[in-house]
């Protein structure tokens, strides 16, 4: 296990929540118009059970609560993501406060899986994280059970840093892998080539 807490003395974690474009996708704030699409996509429990906060089953009460949660941003900030020039809905990402420090989280809906989108969406908001807080340090956390969230939290350029316990909703009681990103390691990957 890893010491749970890091030294985040004079870290802002506010954040503002712009609009976000990448290559394919769109991230903005989510909406209302984004409810019919975030229950068929959340409504699995394959997502749920990888994720601490996500319920299963999911339908619009718990739509509609996550879109006054993502409003207030008490906890940081929630993207919708959105593919380019169609504005189809394939999951949600965003910046979570936590006792770490700022958090990376992410979700693709099931039909999205393996193109991409998570680790597209990521090196934004890694980037957001870095360019817009005054952070040291940018934390993610995934199930050992999922390497394809562990391919993402890698390609961002996240270092390992220990094993931990994460309380889903769904799973319990699970271990987690632990990485961190410093301010550092980050100027010196955009400076040299975003992989």
Same mark, same amino acid.
């Given at each position: 296990?890893?010491?749970?807490?890091?030294?985040?003395d004079g870290e802002s974690y506010a954040?503002?929540?712009?609009?976000?474009?990448?290559?394919?996708?769109?991230?903005?704030?989510p909406r209302e118009s984004d409810i019919?699409?975030?229950?068929?996509?959340?409504?699995?429990?394959?997502?749920?059970?990888? /994720? @601490?906060?996500?319920?299963?089953?999911?339908?619009?009460?718990? !739509?509609?609560?996550?879109?006054?949660?993502? +409003? =207030? *941003? &008490?906890?940081?900030?929630?993207?919708?993501?959105?593919?380019?020039?169609?504005?189809?809905?394939?999951?949600?990402?965003?910046?979570?406060?936590?006792?770490?420090?700022?958090?990376?989280?992410?979700?693709?809906?099931?039909?999205?899986?393996?193109?991409?989108?998570?680790?597209?969406?990521?090196?934004?908001?890694?980037? /957001? @994280?870095?360019?817009?807080t005054s952070i040291q340090v940018l934390? !993610?956390?995934?199930?050992?059970?999922?390497? +394809? =969230? *562990? &391919?993402?939290?890698?390609?961002?350029?996240?270092?390992?840093?220990?094993?931990?316990?994460?309380?889903?909703?769904?799973?319990?009681?699970?271990?987690?892998?632990?990485?961190?990103?410093?301010?550092?390691?980050?100027?010196?990957?955009?400076?040299?080539?975003?992989?």
């Amino acid at each position: 296990m890893v010491a749970e807490a890091e030294d985040t003395d004079g870290e802002s974690y506010a954040i503002d929540c712009p609009v976000l474009v990448t290559e394919r996708l769109v991230l903005r704030p989510p909406r209302e118009s984004d409810i019919e699409q975030l229950v068929v996509l959340a409504d699995n429990r394959h997502v749920a059970e990888m /994720l @601490a906060r996500m319920p299963h089953p999911y339908g619009e009460a718990e !739509a509609r609560a996550f879109l006054a949660m993502t +409003a =207030s *941003r &008490r906890a940081g900030i929630a993207y919708a993501l959105t593919l380019a020039g169609t504005e189809t809905f394939v999951g949600c990402a965003g910046l979570n406060t936590t006792d770490r420090g700022l958090e990376l989280g992410y979700w693709i809906g099931e039909p999205y899986w393996k193109r991409g989108y998570a680790t597209e969406a990521a090196h934004a908001l890694v980037d /957001l @994280a870095f360019q817009r807080t005054s952070i040291q340090v940018l934390h !993610a956390s995934t199930r050992v059970i999922n390497p +394809a =969230s *562990r &391919r993402v939290i890698h390609k961002c350029g996240f270092q390992y840093a220990g094993q931990g316990m994460l309380n889903s909703i769904v799973a319990g009681q699970v271990p987690v892998e632990r990485y961190r990103l410093d301010r550092n390691t980050w100027t010196s990957l955009r400076n040299w080539v975003h992989f």
